[in-house]
């Protein structure tokens, strides 16, 4: 897992970010018995998927895979044949 790339993009540390002050956010609302100021955290959880998702549209994200074919040997053609003359 550490030799991949997944994750290693600015658009995957801005939405995580994001979305880890958001939980930060409504966990201490949560403490302080604030639904209003929790709800706002989870709002900011969401944003952080938006911003995600939207920097990695623009193409700061991961590119997507093609899945390529299995490679195949090519097919045998014959040899021109040689005219001598």
């Given at each position: 897992m550490a030799g991949s790339s997944h994750g290693h993009t600015?658009?995957?540390?801005?939405?995580?970010?994001?979305?880890?002050?958001?939980?930060?956010v409504a966990?201490?609302?949560?403490?302080?018995?604030?639904?209003?100021?929790?709800w706002a955290g989870m709002a900011i959880v969401v944003l952080g998927g938006v911003v995600g998702a939207i920097?990695?549209?623009m193409g700061?994200?991961?590119?997507?895979e093609e899945r390529a074919l299995p490679h195949q040997?090519?097919?045998?053609?014959?040899?021109?044949a040689v005219v001598e003359g």
């Open positions: 600015p658009a995957a540390w801005t939405g995580v970010t994001i979305a880890f002050i958001g939980f930060c966990g201490a609302f949560m403490v302080m018995a604030q639904p209003l100021g929790f920097m990695r549209a700061l994200g991961q590119p997507k040997a090519p097919a045998a053609t014959p040899e021109p």
